[in-house]
Nanobody
Framework: QVQLVESGGGLVQPGGSLRLSCAAS????????LAWYRQAPGKQREVVAF?????????NYADSVKDRFTNSWDYSGRTLYLQMNNLRPEDTAIYYC??????????????WGQGTQVTVSS
């Protein structure tokens, strides 16, 4: 069974930093896409950053996080990271990691982390 286990959320003051981690289980045979999403209260879930696991090229989809967030994939450790700097109150949300991956049990499928709360407040 594929699991994505997130960690690293918490409460931080404006201008502070957090690093989110998302560890993937070993049953994954092939990864097609990796991303971070977030969902603020009363809002729809939005893409924060996408990464191509083969080229490790990252594209930030949300204009509001450009130049502040860095998305990276550690292939050997099977861990996805989101480094968040200069955090703002509007970054407050539950953050989810996402993976489109292939396993023998389910074939190609979408997987989500359990979500981690990030709160930016003074």
């Amino acid at each position: 069974q594929v699991q994505l286990v997130e960690s690293g959320g918490g409460l931080v003051q404006p201008g502070g930093s957090l690093r989110l981690s998302c560890a993937a289980s070993r049953s994954i045979l092939r990864i097609y896409a990796l991303a971070w999403y977030r969902q603020a209260p009363g809002k729809q879930r939005e893409v924060v950053a996408f990464i191509d696991p083969d080229s490790n090229t990252s594209t930030n989809y949300a204009d509001s996080v450009k130049d502040r967030f860095t998305n990276s994939w550690d292939y050997s450790g099977r861990t996805l990271y989101l480094q968040m700097n200069n955090l703002r109150p509007e970054d407050t949300a539950i953050y989810y990691c996402y993976m489109n991956a292939y396993t023998r049990a389910r074939g190609r499928f979408d997987y989500w982390g359990q979500g981690t709360q990030v709160t930016v407040s003074s």
